[in-house]
């Protein structure tokens, strides 16, 4: 076929409680359709009814994803961001410090954090990169530290380089999140495979140092579907499982603020991957680029509010900074919109 004949499946999420007999669960969680967009490279095709959906389609929509980590699959999950570096764009420096890395650590986990995210290579834009060396001697005595002292949590690394996955895995992390989607170092793959755990492929236009110098998309929405789908493929060419996989479409990594726009409001279009996905816009600047905040630590209710655009569409994996706001904002959403207290 025609890549401008190819179509796309957008499943228009929602939560009300009036909910139409035949609709279908979304991804197995707590969002239902029951009516799709259909896209192309032309515009939009006007929507059609889920139940006319081919059946591979239906299902790969509607199917619940595979058990991660333990962790519940009811609710949206949270991610708790803890960079141990010097130079990250938000928080660059505060968690340096191996104690105050780990306090930050069970604060987060106190807190509401599902599972914490360990990064030692900012990937900020204009980002130079480290030597896997500096990487390892930042981020696995922090992943050992916390397991040597009981620490319950799944620890993710956040790296696009195999050694150092290897180091962090070693140390007792559970999962990898690679913001080059192993086109950065593509033994990390047999990394996964070998270690048999998660990974999280995220699409980036270009190199941290190079990525938000005039990104351009024909479409923002389907090509990064396109390149997410290539990525899943060759992860499975690989020998990872797709059940393994969450996708992330990579809010600020090579994206101008319409393009973060554009792919906030079609999230739930990712779900016909058939994997989790995992959004990060926590205090990225096109948040403070639309409400005129300067400080990135000050863009905690705009992160609230694209965190809650997210949960609206299924997605299951919330990357933050901010984690008691985020714990306590989705709570209160999910008691308005799914119910229960808790």
């Known amino acids: 076929m025609n890549q401008s004949q190819r179509l796309y499946y957008r499943p ?8 139409p007999e035949r609709a279908l669960d979304l991804a197995g969680g707590w969002c239902w359709f029951d009516r799709v967009e259909v896209l192309s490279r032309s515009g939009s095709q006007g929507l059609m009814a889920a139940a006319d959906l081919p059946g591979d389609l239906r299902d790969r929509l509607s199917a619940p994803r595979p058990a991660f980590l333990g962790l519940p699959q009811d609710r949206p999950l949270i991610m708790g961001i803890l960079n141990v570096t010097p130079d990250s764009f938000s928080d660059g420096g505060r968690f340096a410090a191996p104690e105050m890395a780990l306090i930050h650590a069970r604060a ?16 900020r834009p204009g980002a130079g990169d480290v030597t896997d060396a500096q990487e390892i ?11 040597e002292t009981g620490f319950g949590l799944p620890i993710s690394i956040d790296t696009r380089k195999s050694a150092v996955a290897v ?5 007792g992390a559970d999962m990898v999140n690679d913001v080059s989607a192993f086109a950065y170092d593509p033994d990390l793959a047999a990394v996964v495979r070998a270690r048999d755990v998660p990974v999280c492929l995220m699409h980036a236009q270009g190199t941290p140092a190079t990525m ?52 906030v409001r079609g999230l739930s279009l990712f779900h016909g991957l058939g994997c989790r996905i995992m959004l990060g816009a926590s205090r990225k600047r096109f ?35 901010d984690t008691p706001e985020t714990d306590q904002a989705l709570r209160l959403w999910r008691a308005v919109n799914c119910g229960g207290t808790t």
């Open 12 to 19: 228009i999420a929602m939560t009300d409680p009036a909910r």
């Open 108 to 123: 987060m986990a106190a807190a509401g954090a599902d599972i914490l995210d360990i990064g030692g290579e900012s990937t």
């Open 137 to 147: 001697a930042r981020t696995a005595p922090i992943i050992s530290g916390l397991r």
């Open 167 to 171: 180091a962090a895995l070693t140390a």
């Open 212 to 263: 938000q110098l005039d990104p351009r998309y024909d479409d923002v929405l389907l090509d990064i579907y396109d390149f997410l789908a290539a990525r899943i493929d060759a992860a499975e060419a690989a020998g990872i499982a797709r059940g393994r996989v969450i996708v992330d479409p990579g809010i600020g990594f090579g994206k101008t603020v319409a393009h973060n726009l554009a792919l």
């Open 287 to 321: 948040i403070g680029t639309l409400t005129g905040t300067e400080a990135a630590d000050r863009r905690g209710p705009g992160s609230l509010a694209i965190t809650l655009a997210g949960a609206s569409q299924g997605v299951q994996l919330h990357r933050v900074h």
